[in-house]
């Protein structure tokens, strides 16, 4: 069965103690849950702050170049994610947009190769 990303898009500034309210914390319980229930998670994880994150690069002489923050300049990042086994990519898009409802967050949805 094809295995599927699904991310979660954060904004840099996201505090998940003052965004994350009691009926968002359920609601994404509940989509986990279900998740289980379908046996289609593999792997989920949230990830710290992207002001946590070091980029490595290979400069033109074959040195790596270790920087804090994130390897791309961006107003978002990827604050968590899934990794599901699913059936099709409809069936992707439709776990998505139960993971952009949940998490009141932008998602994204790719097939692994």
Known sequence: MPRYLVAIHHPDDYNPAVVEDDAMRRDIDDL???MVAEGIRVFVGGLKPVSAAHALRRTPGGEILVTDGPYIESKE???GF????LPDEATA?????RAAMACRAPVEVRAFH
């Not at 899934?82 to 086994?85: E, G």
């Not at 898009?93 to 947009?97: E, V, Y």
């Open 32 to 34: 986990n849950q279900a």
């Open 77 to 79: 990042h990827i604050g």
């Open 82 to 85: 899934w990794v599901l086994d």
């Open 93 to 97: 898009l439709d776990w998505g947009r």
